[in-house]
């Protein structure tokens, strides 16, 4: 008596599961053949048909739907005790062939195949769930110079080119932020009041610096690329550099190549072709100074793009140098742009390819409107 009760209240709980709650019919098949389990009447095609009529019919037509029905419910039941009847006592089973229902006792050895097979199965379904993502991932990661900041286990670095400012007298009368040109760092500061004779009491050092209008944009534009490799990135301005930096992290240098002081040492360090001074870039071979034209409307400026190693561990640096903010944010916006990048490495060797690149860029009223490659040195 007691496991009759036992029985029929895992009747109840098996037709509540996800897979008979919804299935009248299916769930009226099996409390039949569990009640003819109890009762010891055995079962045959022609029983469920006559006893059934509501659900097989009546016409005897051999149609196969008893046979259907069985199969549906030796699946719905594999599924149950792989899920929500784990843990069950008895398990109904109906042999492959067969009408019966046969109603067992779980024992151990059962209980550890059915949490094996499901353990399986879900160790299968995340493996191929990784894999999934990895083809992804191998689809969509950059084959060219963003590869090994988006790949390797490097942080990187963003510096931002920012100008050093001071709180002083303007005409005797006004105060105001003043940056005097060329003085990028609290030493030059004193060298410049010191060198031009000024009285330092007009003038006191602020905790600050500025950037241009080509900061924010370029460093949202960055911070969003590398975003979308789910990448992170750290932005920095220029004058909070860390030396440190240069051997843990990859690092990428977006602004005025006469605002660079720690990174200095590193631009252009390697060409055989480029030179720079504050203002200008110089082709070494003629020792041409390229000289930006700054006009109203038009004006024509270079910028230099510049991918090298950095230090054995296999970090990288990439400078987007140029004096004006067009030239900057021109080629930050072109070497963010997958079809761009596609074409201008039809100028390299190949993907992997270090390199110094100078842009001739063409602006209106400050906005970009031409980006041209003029000269290219591909570096060993």
């Known amino acids: 008596m007691e496991k009759t009760t036992k029985i029929n209240q895992l009747l109840d709980k098996i037709i509540e599961s996800k897979g008979f709650k919804k299935s009248d019919q299916y769930a009226k098949v099996l409390r039949f053949l569990v009640e003819a389990h109890l009762s010891n009447t055995p079962i045959k095609e022609t029983t469920l048909e006559s006893e059934l009529p509501d659900i097989f019919g009546l016409d005897n037509s051999y149609d196969g739907k008893v046979r259907v029905y069985m199969h549906n419910i030796r ?24 009408y019966n229902l046969s109603i067992e006792k779980k024992n151990n050895a059962s209980r550890k195949f059915f949490t094996k097979k499901l353990v399986s199965i879900s160790v299968v379904a995340l493996l191929l769930l ?16 963003w590869s090994n900041f988006m790949q390797n286990k490097s942080k990187t670095t963003c510096y931002i080119a920012d ?16 940056h005097f040109e060329g003085v990028k760092t609290e030493s030059d500061y004193d060298q410049f009041i010191q060198d031009q004779n000024l009285n330092d009491s007009w003038f006191k050092k602020n905790s ?7 900061g924010p944009i370029t460093a949202s534009k960055i911070s969003y690329w590398f975003a979308q490799f789910d990448k992170e990135i750290e932005v920095r301005m220029e004058s909070e550099f860390a030396p440190n930096d240069i051997t843990e992290n990859n690092i990428i240098f977006i602004g005025q190549q006469k ?5 200095k040492g590193l631009f252009l360090r390697d060409s055989k072709k480029f030179a720079y001074s504050n203002l200008n870039f110089i082709l070494k071979e003629t020792n041409q100074k390229l000289a930006d034209s700054i006009s109203n409307p038009i004006s024509n400026e270079y910028v ?5 190693p950095i230090s054995k561990d296999g970090n990288d640096i990439l400078f987007f140098a140029s004096n004006n903010d067009i030239g900057v944010m021109a080629t930050v916006d072109s070497f963010t742009d997958p079809e761009w990048l596609n074409r201008f ?25 031409e980006c041209e490659l003029i000269a290219i040195e591909v570096l060993d």
Not at 130 to 145: D, Q
Not at 208 to 214: A, D, I, P
Not at 259 to 263: F, M, S
Not at 362 to 368: A, H, I, M, S, W
């Open 259 to 263: 605002t660079l002081d720690g990174l």
């Open 75 to 98: 699946k719905k039941l594999d599924e149950y005790y792989l899920t929500e009847g784990v843990d069950d006592t008895y398990i109904f089973k109906i042999i492959k062939g067969q």
């Open 304 to 308: 230099m793009v510049s991918y090298n």
């Open 208 to 214: 600050y610096s500025f950037v241009t209008k080509m």
């Open 130 to 145: 990784l894999f999934t993502f990895w083809l992804l991932s191998l689809r969509f990661l950059p084959k060219n110079l």
């Open 163 to 178: 100008h050093y400012t001071v709180w002083g007298r303007v005409d005797n009368k006004a105060y105001a932020s003043v």
């Open 345 to 369: 490495y039809e100028n390299l060797p190949s993907k992997s390819s270090y390199f110094n690149a100078l842009f001739a860029v063409k602006g209106l009223e400050r906005t970009n409107i």
